[in-house]
């Protein structure tokens, strides 16, 4: 580039400078500028975390104040859902979705996550949801149509969220790795795992005309999934609140407010 073209660029940003000058508008410098976007980037994931953290954590408590009554070996989670109480498991359910979505908010937002991660990881909240407000069977009386819906929630959720944590984090996607991203991959192969071993012994208890719920310690086994899945889901969620995992391409944004600065445009020079 020429010294005259150096010369040119130079008087028009002076131009631009001053034009802003006079009317009071002030340009904030890249710097800020990309600090308030990691901002906005990592308060989703930020806030997701916080919410997963609140609704785990109430889940446990609930775990923990009813092991006089329920047997974790053979019980499913899903019976805190049950009796006047179960709006609290509700609550602590619909928060761990929440969470959920928060999270991929921020991957999307940072194009750390593709369509095919972002929708599976959306499902995975879906399914939280309808867990939550559905019932499961109250089998002293029968099976029902909310019990139904509550069961094709439990086996969405757990089925989309490994899907979506390998395809998120896969190496495939990046060259460049972070604990987090190491951690999450490694929980949703052992996710996968878990779904593939589950669905191995229906398979062969079928076969042999053993029910279903009665080929494995369903209490267990699904405590083993369910911790798993979440451990891949906070490690997913740590990632996206890390700032520094993905570059930003350096931006400018004319005008200091959001109102009458943004509609002014510069003289050219």
Do not use: Q
């Amino acid at each position: 580039m020429s010294a005259d073209s150096h010369r040119a660029r130079r008087s028009s940003r002076a131009g631009v400078s001053a034009w802003r000058a006079a009317r009071g508008i002030r340009t904030p410098s890249r710097p800020l500028i990309r600090r308030r976007r990691c901002v906005r980037m990592h308060r989703p994931a930020r806030w997701g975390l916080g919410a997963a953290g609140a609704g785990i954590a109430v889940i446990v408590g609930l775990e923990v104040s009813s092991l006089d009554d329920l047997n974790p070996i053979r019980r499913t989670i899903s019976e805190h859902g049950m009796g006047p109480g179960g709006w609290i498991f509700g609550c602590a359910v619909g928060l761990l979705a929440a969470g959920s979505v928060g999270i991929g908010v921020s991957l999307a937002r940072r194009k750390l996550a593709g369509v095919l991660g972002t929708v599976a990881l959306m499902g995975w909240s879906v399914g939280l949801l309808l867990t939550a407000w559905f019932e499961k069977h109250d089998w002293s009386v029968g099976p029902s149509v909310s019990g139904s819906i509550h069961r094709v929630g439990s086996f969405v959720a757990f089925l989309c969220l490994p899907l979506a944590v390998v395809l998120i984090t896969g190496p495939w996607r990046r060259r460049e790795r972070s604990r987090a991203t190491l951690v999450a991959f490694g929980l949703g192969v052992c996710s996968v795992l878990w779904v593939v071993g589950i669905a191995t012994m229906v398979f062969i208890g079928t076969r042999n005309g053993v029910p279903w719920y009665r080929v494995m310690p369903l209490g267990l086994v699904e405590r083993g999934l369910a911790v798993t899945e979440v451990a891949a889901l906070l490690a997913l969620g740590v990632w996206a609140a890390t700032p520094g995992s993905r570059s930003l391409k350096p931006g400018f944004r004319a005008g200091g407010t959001a109102g009458s600065a943004a509609n002014l445009t510069p003289p050219h020079v």
